[in-house]
């Protein structure tokens, strides 16, 4: 869990000026066991850094890192247990494994790192488990390979395998598909989701496409330029966004229901042009979406609008809300 979690970077330029950058402003997200929650927002929105700060990769500014309710501290021992527990998979599966050596050192190092005693056949058995598991057979063959000898999609389910072989109870995914072919996108959520379902793990599945998370997700957050502006169960979210950079995301992508001439493929493959993000070293002032937001009134301009809650587990934080205008969204194109 995070809790009202702020990360700020300083950045100094070749002139030795230096600002700060807020890439997170005052998040919280709980996740659960045996469900998907979403982070979704387009490049900029601080949703990496938030997986980042979840992993304990970044300490944050402000806020707190919680398991099992009780904060992370910085104990070595606590550390080295929530390593264990929360694992993350990065979005390039080029860079996660070492090139040099074969998948079974990727593997065995990451076991003899949690699971001191496991004797050597024990940890060969593991080892070929794992990669059942995530469907590298035969597995054998697999250890003896190079990570260079694999497709992208073989590497990133080598590191989902390395990921599940410390045993964590928590899976972080920053962009899990993005660098992978088209064509076995659809496969790689299938299995985070078997995985999730099965072993019971809280997965957070960090995107800037809010398609594949309809497909995999229970529930969705909405991260702009560093800040979470709705959340929800997915359903709701898609069917009716409450806030309008929401109904932007979703206006942007094609829906398999709504336009029957593009396959899923495409659908996964769509990019999003949806302008700009803004600076997070100067962000606009009040309603940060406001430069872009076609319903933007003037108090939006100077003050940073309320979070209004809506039905159960749904908030969105937009002065429509405040003001009586909520219809306004359903009623008016985003992308027009
Ligand atoms: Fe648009 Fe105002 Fe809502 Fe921001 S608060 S999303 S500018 S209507």
Redesign the pocket.
């Known amino acids: 869990e995070a809790a009202g979690v702020s990360k700020h970077f300083t950045v100094t330029n070749s002139v030795g000026s230096s600002a700060t950058v807020r890439a997170v402003e005052n998040a919280s997200i709980r996740l659960v066991p045996g469900r998907i929650t979403a982070v979704v927002g387009e490049s900029g929105s601080g949703k990496t850094t938030l997986a980042r700060l979840l992993a304990r990769f970044y300490e944050p500014t402000s806020g707190e890192i919680l398991l099992d309710g009780n904060t992370v501290s910085d104990g070595r021992s606590v550390q080295k247990q929530y390593r264990k527990d929360v694992q993350l998979i990065f979005q390039d599966p080029f860079g996660s494994l070492n090139s040099l050596h074969r998948v079974r050192h990727n593997l065995e190092r990451a076991l003899s790192l949690h699971h001191e005693k496991l004797s050597r056949a024990e940890r060969e058995a593991r080892m070929i488990t794992l990669l059942e598991r995530v469907s590298l057979s035969p597995a054998r063959e697999f250890l003896d390979k190079f990570p260079h000898e694999l497709s992208g999609g073989q590497r990133q389910r080598v590191v989902i395998a390395r990921a599940l072989a410390v045993g964590p109870r928590v899976l972080l995914g920053d962009e899990p598909i993005s660098m992978l072919d088209v064509s076995i996108r659809l496969e790689m959520l299938n299995l985070l989701n078997e995985l999730c379902r099965e072993d019971g793990l809280a997965m957070l599945y960090i995107t800037h496409d809010i398609a594949s998370a309809r497909y995999l997700c229970d529930d969705i957050v909405v991260m702009y330029a560093g800040q979470m502006v709705e959340a929800g169960p997915k359903d709701e979210i898609i069917s009716r966004p409450q806030?309008?950079?929401t109904k932007l995301l979703v206006e942007s992508s094609p829906d398999p229901h709504r336009d029957t001439t593009v396959d899923r493929d495409e659908i996964f493959a769509a990019a999003d042009e949806l302008g700009e993000p803004p600076s997070l070293i100067d962000p606009p002032s009040g309603?940060r979406?406001?430069p872009r937001?076609p319903?933007?009134?003037e108090q939006?301009l100077t003050t940073a609008?309320p979070r209004v809650q809506l039905d159960s587990g749904r908030w969105a934080d937009?002065?429509?809300h405040d003001a009586g205008r909520a219809d306004e969204l359903s009623e008016h194109s985003m992308t027009e």
């Open positions: 806030h309008p950079y309603c979406f406001h937001c319903l933007a009134m939006c609008p937009c002065w429509l």
